[in-house]
């Protein structure tokens, strides 16, 4: 192994050299690509526990290459021998952190950017809705009622709505706060909202691995990020302990937000068109036009 990747080495810096080669657009197209998939890639590990893993990787390739340097045969022979069991390790250490990417990667609407032809916008929920959940977040902000809801928007969250007890009801301000009112049956998990109606209380969420999340935010907080983590859906936050009100959402948390702050959050998957905008079939023309 050590005499083939010198021997490699050397090879590869004799025909290194940029006379003669002849670039093709396909070579700048490819080299563009890579680079934009590692970028991505190191961006995306280094809010994971896989970016310790990679660290460590690394530690390890150094030592490999003072082992080929100084002629450390016993180590060596460990690597060959120990190589394509590692490769399966890192795999099965990692997959959760692939999983998560690949459903990140399967939830962006790449074909439907390059198509021509506008989708049909159904509104999620009503103003009213939106209303009343903005009210009933700062309601209980001000008393410092913890409070946990998720908003549904394309990936369905019935594996999670099934962990709680159904409530089935029309969203109010009034009934959120009464089910998140301490020492009652339904105040402790999370509540899933579809529409505009509340469709589950008491649900247990995934908790969020992500380091970078501040150690003073409690289980409440992280179970907000893990669940955006994993789905599409909007979660809003109250603590406990200082009644601000943060928003959870694509992996991202936006804390302490004020009503305007949080009301912008909701417009933004409300998925509520203009009224003065009309229905286009195509983009440039209008159904009515001629």
């Known amino acids: 192994m050590k005499d083939q990747i010198i021997t490699y080495l050397k090879e590869y810096g004799s025909n290194l050299s940029f006379q003669g080669i002849n670039f093709r657009w396909q070579d700048i197209v490819e080299i563009l690509i890579i680079s934009f998939l590692v970028y991505h890639i190191m961006l995306w590990m280094k809010s994971t526990k896989g970016w310790f893993l990679m660290k460590g990787i690394g530690i390890i390739l150094i030592f490999i290459l003072l ?3 100084f002629n450390m045969n016993t180590i060596l022979w460990i690597v060959e021998n120990v190589l394509s069991l590692a490769v399966i390790a890192v795999v099965v250490v990692l997959q959760p952190e692939l999983r998560r990417a690949l459903e990140e990667l399967g939830r962006k609407n790449l074909i439907s950017s390059l198509v021509f032809f506008e989708k049909t916008t159904t509104e999620r929920f009503s103003d009213k809705t939106l209303n009343d959940l903005v009210k009933a977040s700062f309601e209980m902000g001000k008393v410092k009622t913890g409070a946990l809801m998720v ?3 394309n990936v369905s969250l019935t594996e999670y ?8 009801g029309v969203l109010t301000s009034q009934l959120l706060i009464n089910i998140f009112e301490h020492n009652t049956p339904l105040h402790d998990g999370a509540v899933i ?3 505009n109606r509340v469709v589950s209380a008491t649900c247990y969420l ?3 691995d992500n380091m970078q999340i501040s150690k003073e935010l409690g289980t409440r907080h992280r179970a907000g990020m893990g669940i955006s983590e994993v789905t599409d859906s909007l979660t809003i936050i109250v603590s406990e302990e200082t009644g601000h009100v943060s928003v959870a959402y694509e992996g991202n948390l936006y804390r302490n937000l004020d009503a305007n702050g949080l009301r912008e959050k909701l417009q933004m998957i409300q998925n509520k068109e203009p009224e003065e905008k009309k229905h ?3 983009k440039g023309w209008a159904k009515d036009e001629k």
Do not use: F
């Open 67 to 69: 082992a080929i340097v």
């Open 151 to 153: 908003i549904e928007q």
């Open 280 to 282: 286009r079939l195509w």
């Open 161 to 168: 709505e099934r962990t709680g007890i159904e409530v089935d």
């Open 206 to 208: 995934p908790l969020s």
């Open 193 to 195: 909202i579809r529409g």
